[in-house]
């Protein structure tokens, strides 16, 4: 388990399903130089909200049991996760437009693994 | 001075006639006159000329007072007929007046003469002048029957018993009878359909005791035949000459070929909406299923290309560009695909969102970038220096319109650059300017370049190169959604050079 308190790299919560896509995440934000963590579900990443604080979440919008929303607004809810960035990930052009107001970023799937790390790098150097 | 008098008198005796004659002139007139005692010459007298009074005598030989009435009667003519006689009783006198006499007077009591003839020729004239308004008010009466006969609709109206008081043919055919049976009868007499008949009562009477009109706008009910019909009914209330309601006028339209129109046509509207939306489930389900592949492809051949599976030979890192560029063609054409299912279903929610120049141009740093390198090209970003530092508009909408016009400069640029330039226009827009040094686009290409695919579906062999044709389609129908427009100027041989003007600030509705 990461100790975040311990870790000199800020640490990314990557919460997606798709163990394909969740790899491509974690290199792109290994790259980028976050210290990563990949959770699968919607009930494990509140739990596990509940005790890290992230400097960055990548979080899928369509999630089974807990949705990318209700996550999402726990976030915002939990005054522990004012500073933590959230990029949301969804494969629906009209969800990009209706969640661009919700979250700091989103990104429309296929999310290209250059895209995220420089999107990752962005964010860590404007820290 | 004396009143005119033609007189034809019935009577054998020449003195009688003449002291009838006598008394008339005493009594005022002046008669013209002409003595008959045979039923052919009265009957000839009759015919021949027209006559104010008959004045009869009761006993003639062959011939009598009743006689003489009977030929009256018969003839049709509506003349008073005064009996004079000597000897008559009561009995004679009473059958003489219901035969049709207007008065009897006895010759010793000759003096009442004038007043019967006065009394007679007056009730006379009176009845003529009923007769004449009796005719008029029938021709009025077959006027407005025929009036009301020519309309299609049923119209009719009811008594406060429910007793058709008039009805048009329309009508009285619908309950299978004429107009001349219908009256004075009810509903009850033809419909066997005692709830819709009790339904009409029930409006009929509303009407009659609150005097206000009623409209039923479309309401179902059953014909005589048991088959369902839809009306349109209005009703009235009459109102007497004493103020009161005592009648109902209706008129029905009967609307069921109208609603069965409308029935099909909003079962045409359904199953066409249900179809759209099939289409769009199937649009947005293919996109989905396409997306996800299409991110393991692209990650992976990033991360290939990145040496995160270990380094690459030259050959290896370029096959991955092409990978890379194929992706990013494959996406365009979903993203445009979309987008014109979207625009074309009126489903384009354009957002007002704040944004930096440099937001926008992420649209085509990755991969399009990696395009143009593989075609040699050189892609050039600006951001004009005295630009705003941050723009309003949708964003995700304003990234497709400029991948559509880099990868569309790109496809048609064999060397050379392709630059994308932001810049403000003039005080009220903001510019994309996308320019290449392509092949350039014909004078005469320029006027349908911008239309969609389907309209340009049949002549596709002018378009030798690969795409949807449906890039600068959707870039000229977001922009003009934007409330801006698009320039092209272009030279053959020379390049092509797109301007893209925005409002800086947007005036469409933010909708959610």
Request: charged share 25%; with cysteine.
């Amino acid at each position: 388990m990461t100790n975040d308190a311990l870790s000199e790299k800020p640490l990314a919560l990557i919460i997606e399903d798709n163990p394909e896509q969740a790899t491509i995440f974690t290199q792109a934000l290994q790259m980028a130089e976050f210290e990563t963590e990949v959770i699968q579900d919607g009930q494990a990443a509140l739990d596990r909200l509940a005790v890290v604080v992230p400097a960055l979440v990548v979080l899928d919008w369509q999630l089974p049991y807990v949705s990318g929303d209700d996550i999402l607004r726990r976030i915002r809810a939990d005054e522990r996760l004012t500073k933590t960035r959230v990029i949301l990930a969804t494969a629906s052009s009209v969800m990009a437009g209706l969640l661009r107001e919700k979250s700091d970023f989103v990104l429309i799937k296929p999310i290209g693994f250059y895209q995220l790390s420089h999107l990752a790098a962005r964010l860590r150097s404007s820290e | 001075m004396s009143t005119a008098l033609r007189v034809l008198l019935v009577e054998d005796s020449k003195g009688d006639a003449n002291l009838i004659v006598l008394e008339l002139q005493d009594s005022g007139y002046d008669p013209e006159f002409e003595r008959v005692d045979t039923p052919e010459a009265f009957r000839a007298a009759l015919t021949r000329q027209t006559w104010d009074v008959i004045i009869c005598d009761y006993f003639l030989p062959g011939f009598s007072g009743l006689d003489a009435l009977a030929m009256v009667q018969e003839s049709d003519l509506d003349l008073p007929f005064i009996i004079v006689s000597g000897v008559i009783g009561e009995d004679v006198a009473v059958a003489a007046m219901r035969g049709g006499a207007y008065d009897y007077v006895m010759k010793d009591k000759l003096v009442r003469l004038g007043p019967a003839v006065q009394r007679a020729l007056q009730e006379a004239e009176e009845r003529r002048a009923r007769k004449r308004s009796e005719e008029a008010l029938e021709k009025q009466r077959a006027f407005l029957q025929q009036v009301i006969d020519i309309n299609p609709h049923f119209i009719f109206a009811k008594d406060r018993e429910g007793r058709f008081t008039l009805a048009n043919e329309a009508f009285a055919k619908a309950y299978g009878a004429t107009v001349e049976v219908l009256l004075g009868k009810t509903d009850a007499d033809f419909n066997p359909n005692q709830d819709i008949v009790e339904r009409y009562r029930c409006e009929d009477l509303a009407v009659i005791e609150s005097n206000q009109e009623l409209i039923v706008p479309e309401d179902r009910v059953v014909n005589i035949h048991g088959e369902e019909l839809w009306r349109h009914t209005i009703k009235r209330p009459i109102v007497g000459e004493d103020g009161q309601v005592h009648q109902v006028l209706g008129v029905v339209i009967d609307i069921t070929d109208l609603k069965q129109v409308q029935q099909s046509l909003a079962e045409a509207r359904d199953q066409a909406l249900e179809a759209s939306r099939l289409k769009s489930q199937l649009l947005a389900n293919v996109s989905h299923d396409l997306r996800s592949p299409l991110g393991a492809i692209l990650g992976h051949t990033e991360m290939l290309q990145a040496g995160i599976y270990g380094p690459l030979s030259e050959p290896q890192y370029e096959a991955t560009t092409r990978i890379i560029a194929g992706v990013d063609q494959l996406l365009g054409f979903i993203n445009n695909l979309l987008g014109q299912a979207q625009i074309e279903a009126g489903k384009v929610v354009l957002r007002i969102e704040s944004f930096t120049p440099e937001e926008l141009l992420e649209a085509i740093h990755a991969t399009t970038t990696i395009l143009a390198k593989a075609e040699g090209l050189e892609l050039i970003t600006d951001v004009a220096p005295d630009m705003p530092a941050t723009l309003s508009g949708d964003l995700y909408w304003l990234q497709q319109i400029l991948a559509n016009l880099a990868s569309n400069a790109i496809k048609f640029t064999k060397r050379g650059t392709v630059r994308v330039y932001i810049y403000q226009a003039d005080e009220a827009f903001w510019a994309i300017e996308v320019s290449d040094t392509g092949c350039g686009i014909p004078a005469e290409a320029q006027s349908y370049i911008f239309d969609a695919f389907r309209q340009v579906d049949g002549t596709a062999t002018r378009r030798q190169h690969t795409g949807s044709g449906l890039g600068l389609s959707i870039v000229k129908q977001l922009t003009t959604l934007m409330g801006g427009k698009v320039t092209l100027t272009s030279e053959l041989g020379e390049g092509s050079t797109f301007t893209v003007l925005l409002p800086l600030k947007p005036m469409w509705r933010e909708t959610e």
